[in-house]
């Protein structure tokens, strides 16, 4: 069974930092995509960040680029997001996502109804 279980919400200042991360069990991310989705209060789920380690891509979106990282170590099964310079629109709930399809780092991009695997999620909460 897939199992992605996040860590290292919180609350933060503006212009603080986060590390968030996804533990992974049971889904090699070695071969499939993986990746950060948000959602704040009201709006879509949406994709922040992916990753493609067989393509060596990554996706990053529009509002993130320049701030956020994803990296991935296979040697303990997780998946990071660095989150610097953060923003109040940074606050969302944050869900690690996982996906079988063929769609590599543009996984980000799909509807998030058709994404295989999520996580609990973690709150993020950036103040002003």
């Known amino acids: 069974e897939v199992q992605l279980v996040e860590s290292g919400g919180g609350s933060v200042q503006a212009g603080g930092s986060l590390r968030l991360s996804c533990s992974v069990s049971e889904f090699d991310f070695n071969e499939r995509p993986i990746g950060w989705f948000r959602q704040a209060p009201g709006k879509e789920r949406e994709g922040v960040a992916c990753?493609?380690?067989?393509?060596?891509?990554?996706y990053y979106a529009d509002s993130v680029k320049g701030r956020f990282t994803i990296s991935s170590d296979s040697a303990v099964n997780t998946v990071y997001l660095q989150m610097n310079s953060l923003k109040p629109e940074d606050t969302a709930v944050y869900y690690c996502?996982?996906?079988?399809?063929?769609?590599?780092?543009?996984?980000?991009?799909?509807?998030?109804?058709?994404?295989?695997?999520w996580g609990q999620g973690t709150r993020v909460t950036v103040s002003s």
């Open positions: 996502a996982a996906d079988t399809s063929p769609h590599g780092s543009w996984m980000c991009t799909i509807p998030a109804a058709s994404i295989d695997y």
């Open positions: 990753i493609s380690r067989r393509e060596g891509t990554t």
